[in-house]
């Protein structure tokens, strides 16, 4: 036993609070992020979209929903514009919370949902992005198998398969995928604090990759003329149903980092940095990577005779048909870019939100870079080339994601902008005494999980359908395409009319006269003066003793210690 302490004590993070039986345990990446570490700046928030925009994954979102919904290339252009600035909206109104009290979706999720059920909700978003996670891991491979064939041609294209069929994976693709995950793995041990210069870079390279792969299908093929990508476009009887889903889809593909939005907020040195700047960067790259696939994809089919689904499918046909050095060169670019695309989509969107849940749930053994570290090592566990060729069933739960998701965002954001006004007392969300505001029943906020609950009821029969085609009627479909809006609107109605009747605290018992106007707290941090200090934040201008900077900051040089000493003896 004394062996089995011993090893806990070494893989254990220090937290200053974990004998305190009133507080709940946790450690330097779940409290509120100290000034020192808001590294992220206005253009970090810019690029930062414009890295993920340009990406695998969004290349054929316009031809895709030409296909899925029939609509005219006219009207999902249109559209597009419009959801873009719907989304946009999104964005950021979940990144206020994070900007101005300097905290991640974990403990955002407690104010609204209550200490103990907050966890459910964090377990299911790192699920999921567990999940997505091998998913875009193998879309980068994919690629980087395009750019190890320009780099070796026949050598590489030809290496013969040891593997068995039921394997789902030829020994090439299962080398490409090894070697790009050891390629990304490092990026893994980078803090969210320091990971911003690989979003400049990728932000800046990834717009040149994917203008000049545009330019060569429009020189190619000499335009996308009448947008023809072998599919027969027929004017559907009800354009309503299906722009309602187009505008669900286009939102629904960015809902988890929509969700995810607190944990990068939470780094900006100014809080006006993660807000309106974020558009700057959302806008224009959405509806250009949405126009630019739209038009590549039309115009290679002309050249080519073929629409290409993915984008190594369409890099693979371009080396093919234009065999040549410079081709080769010109694709190996263009193919190490995408694959890196993957790698930055990965951090920003699945890694780093990952890795917050599980400092969240197990914050004794986890911070920020232990969980991204492990998420690098559970990528194979989940064999996501399976996932991707044979899981249909996985495949649809994902797509149907969205209609859990948007109620959340619902509760999230009813919580912040109705019931408390932009108001959290950061200090509570850290203690577990039933006397706590966030504490609820018993830790649970049954009324905002009854909210959640109700929320997706609508659009289960369409889920069902999805598997059952026969069963029940066209509307159920109708209502599942279009689950995104129509679930945030129920979350959202549901929760709001709820915590108007039960009127949950805004401040502790001690401060009940505290006025409740809008954002109140949020120039304090969320503390009030007699607020003790929680990882070198607090109410501004107190001053702190430096113990509970000293045990936070031990393996940070303790920078803070120093600066609040230097105060100390500058007042004394």
């Known amino acids: 036993m004394n062996v089995i302490r011993k090893v806990d004590q ?321 694709i190996f670019l263009c193919s190490v870019s995408f694959a890196l695309g993957a790698a930055g989509t990965n951090i920003f969107g699945n890694s780093i939100p990952f890795a917050a849940d599980l400092c969240g749930l197990l914050p004794k053994y986890f911070n920020i870079v232990r969980g991204q570290i492990f998420l690098g090592l559970l990528a194979w566990a989940m064999v996501p080339w399976r996932m991707i060729n044979s899981a249909a069933t996985l495949v649809s739960f994902l797509g149907s994601y969205s209609i859990f998701v948007a109620p959340l965002l619902g509760c999230l954001l009813s919580d912040f902008y109705i019931i408390r006004k932009g108001n959290i007392h950061v200090p509570s969300l850290y203690i577990k005494n039933p006397d706590g505001i966030y504490y609820y029943y018993k830790g649970l906020n049954l009324w905002a999980a009854a909210a959640w609950v109700i929320s997706p009821v609508i659009a289960i029969p369409g889920l069902y359908r999805s598997y059952h085609a026969d069963s029940l009627s066209q509307t159920a479909s109708n209502i599942f395409y279009g689950g995104w809006p129509y679930t945030f609107i129920i979350g959202f109605t549901a929760y709001s009319v709820l915590g108007l009747i039960f009127k949950p605290p805004i401040y502790p018992p001690q401060r009940a006269d505290t006025p409740k106007t809008w954002e109140y707290l949020a120039e304090t941090n969320g503390f009030f003066e007699d607020d003790e200090y929680i990882n070198g934040v607090g109410y501004p201008g107190a001053i702190d003793d430096g113990k509970d900077a000293e045990d936070d900051c031990s393996d940070e040089k303790c920078e803070l210690r120093v600066i609040q000493s230097a105060v100390s003896i500058s007042q004394g």
């Open 10 to 330: 070494f893989i254990s993070i220090r937290d200053d609070t974990e004998e305190d039986s009133d507080k709940l345990r946790a450690n330097r990446d779940l409290k509120p992020t100290p000034p020192r570490e808001r590294t992220w700046k206005m253009y970090n928030y810019v690029v930062v979209w414009f890295q993920s925009a340009f990406g695998v994954s969004s290349w054929n979102t316009g031809s895709s929903l030409m296909k899925a919904t029939g609509l005219p290339y006219t009207h999902v252009i249109a559209g597009a514009v419009i959801t873009s600035f719907i989304c946009c909206f999104f964005v950021v109104v979940s990144a206020r919370s994070g900007a101005k009290y300097h905290i991640g979706f974990p403990s955002v999720a407690r104010a609204t949902f209550g200490v103990r059920l907050a966890r459910f909700f964090v377990f299911v978003r790192m699920f999921v992005a567990a999940l997505w996670f091998g998913v875009q891991t193998y879309y980068g491979s994919r690629c980087f198998d395009v750019a190890l064939r320009c780099v070796f041609g026949h050598k590489w294209y030809n290496i013969p398969n040891h593997l068995p069929d039921s394997a789902q994976i030829t020994t090439r693709l299962m080398v490409a995928f090894l070697i790009y995950w050891i390629a990304q793995f490092p990026l893994m041990f980078l803090h969210p604090k320091q990971v911003r210069w690989f979003f400049t870079i990728k932000g800046i390279i990834m717009p040149i990759a994917a203008f000049g792969l545009f330019i060569f299908c429009m020189i190619k093929g000499g335009g996308p003329g009448d947008y023809d990508i072998g599919i027969k476009v027929e004017q559907v009887t009800s354009q309503g149903n299906e722009w309602i889903r187009m505008i669900n889809t286009i939102i629904g593909s960015v809902s988890a980092m929509i969700i995810n939005q607190p944990d990068i907020a939470r780094y900006s040195k100014k809080p006006r940095d993660a807000l309106w700047p974020q558009s700057i960067g959302y806008i224009p790259s959405t509806i250009a990577i949405l126009l630019i696939g739209m038009a590549s994809n039309a115009s290679i089919r002309k050249a080519y005779g073929e629409s290409y689904w993915n984008m190594w499918d369409l890099l693979t046909a371009i080396l093919e048909h234009e065999w040549s050095a410079g081709t080769r060169c010109a």
